[in-house]
């Protein structure tokens, strides 16, 4: 069994299960409470010995934090040793809608997107409730470029030390910021409602972009040309997908892009979406 984390209400919750089709059981493992209001994003990361790993998962040779925030405008970050939170971090003015985890010169740095139309970055180095009341040395920077209200974030790592971070906003763009300087590399056009989604993957050596919206789309780009690729409006038969595969655009219905999600299965890598009509 794995430990995940799941979020009711301003409730986090840890389950053993099972990941096999054929589980039923699902028992709690933990209950962490400190939150006001309803939780809005979760991102676990661990903090290695050399600190400087980038990782968000299973990592078992260092130690592993979880990161929430919500509709109480605060980041708090937990021990998951003794599942005690060590640190709150304030300066957002609205709910807080995204977390990403990501390293910068062996320190271990958080980005956050809220409904007050910004990208805050912090500084996780020994993340101390001393520290914490310091928010000259914890938060580092505010990106605040979006027109309305910031929805998603995703990071990828375009060499072996530079990372991109990429939003989505209500203002229907997607923005790719610099993490080394900080500075606004582009501002992607083409979607039609709030991007609330985002997934970044690499097919060995292009990195790719697919990105969800209200305007019932999910559109992939190409990060390293910054184009627009392929539009997909609905789920395609396989029939369709056949008539289709030299085309640019599938047509049809799809609800609202909520999440995305890129895995692997039998060596194919696929996306995974979830809208509102529950597909």
């Given at each position: 069994?794995?430990?995940?984390?799941?979020?009711?209400?301003?409730?986090?919750?840890?389950?053993?299960?099972?990941?096999?089709?054929?589980?039923?059981?699902?028992?709690?493992?933990?209950?962490?409470?400190?939150?006001?209001?309803?939780?809005?994003?979760?991102?676990?990361?661990?903090?290695?010995?050399?600190?400087?790993?980038?990782?968000?998962?299973?990592?078992?040779?260092?130690?592993?934090?979880?990161?929430?925030?919500?509709?109480?405008?605060?980041?708090?970050?937990?021990?998951l040793s003794n599942n005690t939170v060590t640190a709150t971090l304030t300066g957002h003015q609205e709910r807080i809608r995204a977390l990403e985890y990501y390293t910068h010169a062996g320190a271990p740095m958080l980005a956050s997107a809220s409904y007050d139309k910004t990208i805050r970055l912090w500084n996780l180095s020994n993340p101390t409730q001393a520290q914490a009341q310091a928010q000259a040395q914890t938060q580092v920077q505010t990106l605040s470029d979006h027109?309305?209200?910031?929805?998603?974030?995703?990071?990828?790592?375009?060499?072996?030390?530079?990372?991109?971070?990429?939003?989505?906003?209500?203002?229907?763009?997607?923005?790719?910021?610099?993490?080394?300087?900080?500075?606004?590399?582009?501002?992607?056009?083409?979607?039609?409602?709030?991007?609330?989604?985002?997934?970044?993957?690499?097919?060995?050596?292009?990195?790719?972009?697919?990105?969800?919206?209200?305007?019932?789309?999910?559109?992939?780009?190409?990060?390293?040309?910054?184009?627009?690729?392929?539009?997909?409006?609905?789920?395609?038969?396989?029939?369709?997908?056949?008539?289709?595969?030299?085309?640019?655009?599938?047509?049809?219905?799809?609800?609202?892009?909520?999440?995305?999600?890129?895995?692997?299965?039998?060596?194919?890598?696929?996306?995974?979406?979830?809208?509102?009509?529950?597909?």
């Open positions: 069994s794995d430990s995940k984390a799941f979020h009711k209400s301003n409730l986090v919750s840890f389950h053993d299960h099972d990941l096999r089709p054929t589980a039923s059981n699902l028992t709690c493992k933990h209950t962490l409470s400190a939150h006001e209001g309803n939780l809005c994003a979760l991102k676990t990361y661990t903090i290695n010995a050399d600190a400087d790993t980038d990782t968000d998962a299973d990592v078992v040779d260092g130690k592993q934090y979880l990161a929430s925030a919500g509709e109480d405008q605060t980041i708090k970050l937990w021990d027109d309305e209200s910031v929805y998603s974030l995703a990071v990828y790592k375009q060499n072996s030390s530079h990372y991109i971070l990429i939003s989505g906003s209500e203002d229907c763009t997607i923005k790719l910021w610099n993490l080394d300087n900080h500075s606004l590399i582009a501002t992607l056009h083409g979607h039609e409602g709030t991007v609330r989604a985002l997934s970044v993957y690499n097919d060995g050596s292009t990195w790719y972009l697919a990105s969800g919206s209200d305007d019932e789309c999910i559109k992939i780009w190409n990060l390293d040309t910054l184009t627009l690729v392929h539009t997909i409006t609905k789920h395609p038969t396989q029939k369709q997908n056949q008539q289709n595969q030299n085309q640019q655009q599938h047509s049809g219905s799809m609800g609202k892009i909520h999440s995305l999600l890129q895995f692997h299965h039998n060596g194919k890598k696929l996306l995974a979406s979830a809208d509102v009509n529950g597909t």
